[in-house]
């Protein structure tokens, strides 16, 4: 126990320190581009006079950038919370993030959670069927289905679903105006939304899941125990399930936690393609009005969430693997 | 050393055509290649003209039909395989280059350098790269050389990581410690043993990051975020989403394009494999 609690204190060191230098990053990256950061934080003319004299007051921008700014954007940041003020919205950027996450979680929640299970599942059965003819054409689809881009099989399902078949709303969370006379309707309103934007995004991670769990499992399935197991007699289903499947879950959990990083690109535009209105879909939005501190702003939050879901990833790894938390691998 | 004497490159080729994926992989991108190359010549219009009806459907006369300008959708497609295969290939070939040299020096002379590149890979190898790339690329400007600079810094840890752990396994081999034991300085060893080890593994590397970094720049593309002045498959989507392509069901602008970015993908993805498995005997004996 003992063990467990001083990995996962040194897991979340980890994390924040990786935090602490992404936000150096983020204060660096208007500094370093050509400019002045006070035209990228807070020269804008929907920025009213007295908040643009307020944000260079606080963010000390007419002092010294080291250490005077970067003290009073560490200061802000950590112990305010304030990561500026967006132009667009004309709200503190956290508030204008923060509004938006709940979407962004939903969608890569479910996302995550339908993927990896029938991802595994495929790849399992196509390590059984190597070699055979089904297989080899089965594994060749699933590498042709790795090449798309994202937003672009996003645009095809719109284009069926919605345009043409006319089941699908064309974007959005929710529809706009609708009056919910219960809870049911709220949640119907909110998966018919979600349906096309969730199969955009699982359509890329299914076959990531798929190739490992297959070659992963193909390498379990040349050790002697499984030759052992079929000499035994044991049934094919069993073999699979109980000693192929549970040796090959381990290398799936390492992609997970790297796979994690690209939930949160893969989110960037498949919201934007279908309007949903997320932290992926609020970077376009600010790219598109040069809204920098949004942007900056949208980018810390990302990399807090993707960093929380590692550390979660990694502490369900080693509760699965004692030798990871022995620090033997 | 692998040396590119031009008989040896054709005999090569030749072995990575006999197994399937090699074959695919080389057909599609050779053909890819010709059309990117004779582009003046196939092409039927000049694709910044306006030579349509705006929105024109597939027809006779324009076989992809016509964009909201009334420009020709097949000479644009045509076009723009020039840039997005030539940034696709420069990003990666240069992430490989940037990851190998790195790579290299981390795993051979170890000590405090190989301490301070490994962290910068690991904290880099955990940042979101699409978002990091958008930040950049939205402070930094919209240019070819950006996208490229932009895709290069978030692809280069994940080579360096592996290059570096083959140089450590070669390193660590008897008859580079033997060299060593008589006296060869580390330039000598370096250059003799263990970097024409390493260049075949870049080699494919930077093949197989290709597909990705085509990805790459389509996404930034698609976002808004690509050179304005240069049509890839990507901006012809990006234009296609943005000015009404995709309201008016007007699939014939958005959906070549984007299959032919899959397509190339593949085809680098196969290629990949193939000089993978070729390069690596280890790797085929597995098989």
Same mark, same amino acid.
């Given at each position: 126990m003992a063990s467990f609690l001083s990995f996962v204190i040194k897991s979340?060191?980890?994390?924040?320190?990786?935090?602490?230098?992404?936000?150096?990053?983020?204060?660096?990256?208007?500094?370093? /581009? %050509?400019?002045?950061?006070?035209?990228?934080?807070?020269?804008?003319?929907? *920025? %009213? %006079?007295?908040?643009?004299?307020e944000l260079i007051k606080k963010f000390g921008l007419d002092k010294p950038i080291f250490p005077d700014q970067y003290i009073n954007f560490l200061y802000n940041f950590f112990v305010r919370l304030d990561l500026g003020y967006s132009?667009?919205?004309? =709200?503190? *950027?956290?508030?204008?993030?923060? =509004?938006?996450?709940?979407?962004?979680?939903?969608?890569?929640?479910? /996302?995550?959670?339908?993927?990896? %299970?029938?991802?595994i599942l495929i790849g399992l059965l196509l390590a059984w069927r190597r070699g055979s003819s089904t297989g080899y054409v089965l594994t060749s689809l699933i590498l042709l289905a790795r090449s798309f881009p994202v937003f672009w099989i996003g645009m095809v399902l719109l284009l069926i679903f919605s345009f043409y078949l006319k089941i699908a709303p064309s974007g959005g969370a929710l529809t706009p105006g609708a009056v919910y006379t219960n809870i049911f309707s709220y949640l119907e309103d909110v998966l018919r939304h979600l349906a096309l934007p969730l199969i955009t995004i699982s359509s890329?991670?299914?076959?990531?899941?798929?190739i490992l769990m297959r070659n992963a499992s193909l390498n379990v399935l040349g050790e002697d125990f499984v030759w052992v197991a079929k000499a035994v007699g044991l049934s094919s289903r069993h073999i699979l399930i109980s000693y192929v499947g549970k040796n090959a879950i381990l290398p799936i959990m390492t992609l997970i936690s790297i796979d994690i990083g690209f939930i949160a690109g893969g989110a960037v535009v498949t919201e934007t393609v279908f309007s949903y209105p997320g932290v992926g879909r609020l970077i376009y939005e600010a790219v598109l009005n040069r809204d920098y501190p949004l942007i900056l702003g949208a980018f810390t939050i990302i990399v807090g969430v993707t960093l929380i879901a590692l550390t979660i990833a990694e502490l369900l790894y080693a509760i699965i693997d004692p030798r990871v938390r022995r620090g033997e691998t | 050393m692998v040396r590119l004497k031009p008989r040896r490159l054709i005999d090569f080729l030749k072995r990575l055509a006999?197994?399937?994926?090699?074959?695919?992989?080389?057909?599609?991108?050779?053909?890819l290649g010709i059309i990117a190359i004779f582009a003046p010549y196939i092409s039927p219009?000049?694709?910044?003209?306006?030579?349509? +009806?705006?929105?024109?459907?597939?027809?006779?006369?324009?076989?992809?039909?016509?964009?909201?300008?009334?420009?020709?959708?097949?000479?644009?497609?045509?076009?723009?395989?020039?840039?997005?295969?030539?940034?696709?290939?420069?990003?990666?070939?240069i992430s490989a280059l940037v990851g190998t040299f790195l790579g290299v020096i981390a795993g051979y002379f170890r000590g405090l350098l190989d301490r301070l590149i490994t962290s910068i890979t690991d904290i880099m190898l955990l940042i979101p790269s699409l978002p990091l790339m958008i930040v950049l690329a939205a402070f930094l400007g919209r240019c070819i050389f950006i996208i490229?600079?932009?895709?290069v810094i978030t692809s280069w840890p994940s080579v360096c990581r592996m290059i570096r752990a083959q140089t450590l396994s070669i390193s660590s081999?008897?008859?580079?410690?033997?060299?060593?034991?008589?006296?060869?300085?580390?330039?000598?060893?370096?250059?003799?043993y263990i970097i024409p080890q390493?260049?075949?593994?870049?080699?494919?590397?930077?093949?197989?990051?290709?597909?990705?970094?085509?990805?790459?720049?389509?996404?930034?593309?698609?976002?808004?975020?690509?050179?304005?002045?240069?049509?890839?498959?990507?901006?012809?989507?990006?234009?296609?989403?943005?000015?009404?392509?995709? +309201?008016?069901?007007?699939w014939w602008w958005f959906v070549p394009p984007g299959a032919l970015i899959a397509l190339s993908v593949f085809g680098f993805m196969n290629l990949g494999y193939a000089l993978e498995e070729e390069l690596n005997p280890k790797l085929k004996q597995q098989q």
């Open positions: 979340l060191v980890h994390k924040f320190i990786i935090f602490f230098i992404v936000i150096t990053l983020i204060f660096l990256i208007p500094r370093l /581009a %050509p400019g002045t950061p006070i035209d990228y934080l807070v020269e804008n003319p929907r *920025v %009213p %006079p007295e908040v643009r004299i132009f667009t919205y004309q =709200e503190p *950027v956290l508030k204008v993030v923060s =509004e938006r996450l709940v979407w962004t979680l939903i969608l890569m929640g479910s /996302a995550i959670v339908i993927s990896i %299970p029938v991802g890329v991670f299914i076959p990531r899941y798929v | 006999k197994k399937p994926p090699g074959a695919i992989g080389l057909t599609i991108l050779l053909t219009y000049n694709p910044w003209e306006r030579v349509g +009806t705006p929105f024109e459907p597939p027809n006779p006369k324009h076989l992809l039909g016509t964009n909201d300008v009334g420009q020709d959708i097949l000479s644009e497609i045509i076009w723009a395989s020039r840039i997005s295969l030539t940034i696709g290939f420069l990003s990666a070939l490229i600079f932009v895709i081999l008897q008859y580079i410690e033997a060299a060593k034991a008589i006296g060869a300085g580390s330039g000598r060893i370096l250059l003799k390493i260049l075949p593994l870049t080699m494919a590397v930077s093949i197989l990051g290709t597909g990705e970094a085509m990805i790459a720049e389509a996404a930034l593309s698609f976002l808004g975020l690509g050179d304005p002045l240069a049509k890839s498959w990507g901006t012809i989507i990006y234009w296609a989403f943005v000015s009404g392509g995709f +309201t008016y069901g007007a």
